[in-house]
């Protein structure tokens, strides 16, 4: 993909009303001319593409815990599809009675048929904090490394509620994007006992979530002054198929400093990549 995996204009409009929007992000397209069809792939399926967003600043919080004062690295991340087909997930028959739900990706076929594909995915039910629905397990993935490749500190998020959160192509529509919103769940939120569910992204369309909110941060605490490479990643294990790999995960080189008024601020967008050793903004490679 050749676009810019910084955040668009929609991203950064969708996190200035993502409180009014609530979960249903509608946008539709009066008037206009329907989009070319898409194309399906060698095996005639229609794939998405999901595309690791960078986000466009970091921050700095801090949290009380049984342990003391926490400083915690804050950021937005999003995620947009930018395929020939949805992303679907949907749950699947026997699910357990523990609270996790077992479901699988479906995918669209040129014959009109949805292919349930395998490995099985799993939706936790989370309470609590305001977001008492199910969560997507192993969706995303927020690491920070050292400038080297370190692996040094992992998030804590619990999962991921999956929506058409706002519409990156702005008035233009795209080959298989529909007219509006499609997935609005609010992926069962206070229905613990809920067995059958389907959340989503669209073509055209991204999922959106703001810095502080549902783990959208890595604890820093007791990590020097420096710089460091924050990687967000989509899809971590590999279990949902999308058209390409190679977009998945970015990253952004980090300046943290600690001391009395500590605080954190970007130096360079590398898209497309787990290294950012640089100042500057950085495209594939």
């Not at 969708?14 to 609530?22: N, Q, S």
């Amino acid at each position: 993909m050749t676009r810019s995996r910084r955040w668009s204009i929609g991203a950064v409009a969708a996190l200035a009303t993502l409180a009014a929007l609530g979960t249903s992000g509608s946008v539709a397209h009066p008037g206009e001319e329907p989009p070319p069809p898409p194309t399906p792939n060698a095996d005639g399926r229609y794939l998405p593409d999901l595309v690791q967003i960078l986000p466009p600043r970091v921050g700095v919080a801090f949290r009380s815990s049984s342990i003391g004062r926490r400083t915690l690295l804050t950021f937005s991340s999003a995620m947009e599809n930018h395929g020939a087909g949805p992303l679907i997930v949907r749950t699947a028959s026997g699910n357990a009675p523990d609270g996790t739900l077992t479901a699988n990706q479906l995918v669209s076929r040129s014959d009109g048929r949805r292919e349930r594909l395998a490995p099985a995915l799993r939706l936790r039910y989370v309470r609590g904090g305001g977001h008492s629905h199910f969560h997507l397990q192993d969706f995303a993935r927020y690491e920070l490394r050292t400038v080297g490749g370190e692996s040094l500190r992992r998030d804590r998020k619990t999962g991921f509620c999956l929506g058409d959160r706002y519409d990156y192509t702005g008035s233009a529509r795209i080959a298989g994007e529909p007219a509006r919103a499609i997935y609005r769940s609010q992926c069962g939120r206070d229905r613990p006992t809920l067995t059958a569910l389907t959340e989503g992204i669209s073509v055209g369309f991204g999922d959106i979530y703001p810095a502080r909110v549902e783990g959208q941060y890595i604890d820093v605490t007791g990590l020097p002054s420096g710089r460091y490479v924050l990687v967000l990643r989509t899809d971590p294990e590999n279990l949902l198929l999308d058209m390409h790999d190679d977009n998945d995960a970015s990253s952004v080189l980090v300046k943290l400093v600690q001391g009395s008024r500590p605080h954190a601020r970007i130096l360079s967008w590398c898209s497309g990549r787990v290294s950012c050793p640089t100042p500057g903004v950085h495209g594939r490679r």
